[in-house]
C-alpha cells in the first residue's frame, strides 16, 4: 500500500514560485511513476509533470519551460518546482503514484494552489 501526502500550496501572486512536497510511504515508491496532476474548479483533473522510476520526465505544454518535476527514492519524496506562476495555474494540486504493472493508481488528498494578484 502506498499513501502520499502533499504540501507546500499556498496563495502567491502572478510571477511568483512556489515549491510542492510529496511525502510516499510504501517500500514500492522507487518503481512507481508519480507525477503531479490538478484540478480547477469545474474543470477534469488534468496531468502537470511525470517522472518515470527511471527519471524520464514529461510536462503538460502549459507548463513546460515554467515548472520541473523531480523524486528522491531515497528519501521517498517527489517534488515540484513552480515558477513563474500565472493564475490560470490556480488549482488543487494531486500528487500520484502509478503502478505500472498492476495498473494501480494512488493518490494524495490535494493541495490548494492559488495564483492571485
Known amino acids: 500500500q502506498v499513501q502520499l501526502l502533499e504540501s507546500g500550496g499556498g496563495l502567491v501572486q502572478p510571477g511568483e514560485s512556489l515549491k510542492l512536497s510529496c511525502a510516499a510511504s510504501?517500500?514500492?515508491?522507487?518503481?512507481?511513476?508519480v507525477g503531479w496532476y490538478r484540478q480547477a474548479p469545474g474543470k477534469q483533473r488534468e496531468s502537470v509533470a511525470v517522472i518515470t522510476s527511471g527519471g524520464s520526465r514529461d510536462y503538460a505544454d502549459s507548463v513546460k519551460g515554467r515548472f520541473t518535476i523531480s523524486r528522491d527514492n531515497v528519501k521517498n519524496m517527489v517534488y515540484l518546482q513552480m515558477t513563474n506562476l500565472k493564475p490560470e495555474d490556480t488549482a488543487v494540486y494531486y500528487c500520484n503514484g502509478y503502478h505500472v504493472n498492476r495498473a494501480r493508481d494512488y493518490w494524495g488528498q490535494g493541495t490548494q494552489v492559488t495564483v492571485s494578484a
Open positions: 510504501g517500500s514500492i515508491f522507487s518503481i512507481l511513476r
